[in-house]
Every structure is written in structure tokens, then in C-alpha cells.
């Protein structure tokens, strides 16, 4: 966590309408982290539950289940990536994971646990409260009610959230529906990761694996053979891109 910041926790204003008095989970075993975040998500006007490992996490969340998890990936008795695995079995809330500065291993491994986003140390506590509000506010789809189309055997329902592929509920996290979704309206059409992690995680700068270990999972639960896509197909040289033709 970068230094000097407590002071400026003030200058953080609360996102108004659906984001306020939003509950947020703060998982995180160093106490001195755990109480700047805090200072921070309460001056945003969040409620903000906090617990120092994940059993209690698992505990909290079965009881009062949060909108949304700030969570470390290192935890005691059961580290951050095995407790996104258990929420992703059973919940579909979404998950900010904490890791180390450049350890893309450890960012890669909390992705393909099903976390939504991650912040490394040290970081802005700023920072982490615009992706908390950039997190919560796709995933409670703070927008005017868009209405379900049909693509090929898929019917995507936008507002709701979700997406049937012949009649069945595909089972996808906040950000696997964001880019399934995002390519379901502009099919036929070739994105560079680049433009993907703009137009879907609303960053102009990050790490491009988190397009890629997105996109795996989502090839995952979409795809006959994830190992040769025809639905969602990699454009080498550029990207990836949609094929209504094989959707259908």
C-alpha cells in the first residue's frame, strides 16, 4: 500500500443511487491494510464487514452475504484463491483479490479462480475504491434495461444478466458475462485484447493476461472442445472475435 494516503481518504466521494450503502467484504490478515482500506471504503459511504481469514470469510459470506469481496490472496488457514473457488461454487458475488507487486503468476491464478479484478501491492487505496465502484457497478447493472436478443442458439439477457444457450442458464462470474456479452452484440468482429480490456474491464492500462485468462474460462463453459474454440476464435495477430456462424 503506497504511503501518505489515510489523508486523503476524505476526497473519496460516495458513487450515488445503486452503489450507496452497497456491503462490502474486506478479507485481510495485516491489520494496518485492513484498516486504511476500511477508512477508505467507509469515506465512499460503503458498509464495510471485515475479517482476517477466509474461514470466517466463508462464514460471514454464508450469513450475510456482501455485494461485493475485497480479498487477499495470501490468508491464513485458507489462502484467497481456494476461498474465490468455493464462493465461485456457490455464489455470484463478486471478487476483488489483493496480490503481490509483479507477481503475475499470483494475478493469473486468482483470475482463473473466478476473481473479477485484482489491485497489487503496494496500492492506492483510491485506486482500489474506483475498481470496487467500477466492479459493483457492472455487476448491478446500473444502466437502462436493454432487451434480450437471440444469437444463433444463445438468448442474452442484458439487464438480467444472464445468458441461456438453448433454454439453459450458462453459469458464468460478473466479468466472464461482461465479455460474453460485449462479443454477443458486436459478433463477426475481430477485438485486440487492448480493445477488450477497454471496452469490458474499462481500463486504458493493465496487465493483457487478464483478457487472456478470462477468455479461457469463458471458452470453458461455451465451447465442445475449449482446446479448438469455433465459437469464440482467437484472430492471430489481432485478438479475439465471435462467430455467430458456428453459434448457430
Not at 8 to 16: C, E, N, P, Q, T
Not at 118 to 141: C, D, H, I, M, N
Not at 143 to 153: I, K, N, Q, R, V
Request: proline share 5%.
Amino acid at each position: 500500500m503506497a504511503k501518505g494516503q489515510v489523508g486523503g481518504a476524505s476526497d473519496v466521494a460516495a458513487d450515488a443511487g445503486a452503489l450507496a450503502d452497497r456491503r462490502i467484504l474486506l478479507v485481510e490478515d495485516d491489520e494496518t491494510v485492513r484498516e486504511v482500506v476500511r477508512t477508505y471504503l467507509d469515506a465512499a459511504g460503503y458498509i464495510v464487514d471485515e475479517v482476517a481469514d477466509g474461514f470466517a470469510a466463508m462464514a460471514l459470506i454464508d450469513d450475510r452475504p456482501p455485494d461485493l469481496i475485497v480479498m487477499d490472496r495470501m490468508l491464513p488457514g485458507i489462502d484467497g484463491i481456494e476461498v474465490c473457488r468455493r464462493i465461485r461454487a456457490q455464489h455470484d458475488i463478486p471478487v476483488v483479490m489483493l496480490t503481490a507487486l509483479g507477481a503475475t503468476d499470483d494475478r493469473i491464478d486468482g483470475l482463473e479462480a473466478g476473481a473479477d479484478d485484482y489491485v497489487t501491492k503496494p496500492f492506492s487505496p483510491r485506486e482500489l475504491v474506483l475498481r470496487v465502484g467500477t466492479v459493483l457497478r457492472r455487476s448491478l447493472a446500473e444502466y437502462a434495461p436493454e432487451a434480450p436478443f437471440d444469437l444463433g442458439e444463445f438468448t442474452l439477457h442484458p439487464s438480467a444478466r444472464f445468458v441461456l444457450r438453448r433454454g439453459t442458464p450458462l453459469t458464468l462470474s460478473a466479468r466472464e458475462f461482461d465479455l460474453f456479452a460485449f462479443l454477443l452484440k458486436h459478433p463477426q468482429r475481430a477485438f485486440t485484447r487492448e480493445e477488450l480490456l477497454e471496452s469490458v474491464w474499462g481500463w486504458r492500462y493493465g496487465d493483457l493476461s487478464t483478457v487472456t485468462v478470462t477468455m479461457r474460462r469463458l471458452r470453458e463453459k461455451v465451447e465442445e472442445d475449449p482446446a479448438h474454440p469455433s465459437i469464440l476464435q482467437t484472430v492471430w495477430g489481432v485478438g479475439y472475435r465471435l462467430d455467430v456462424g458456428a453459434a448457430t
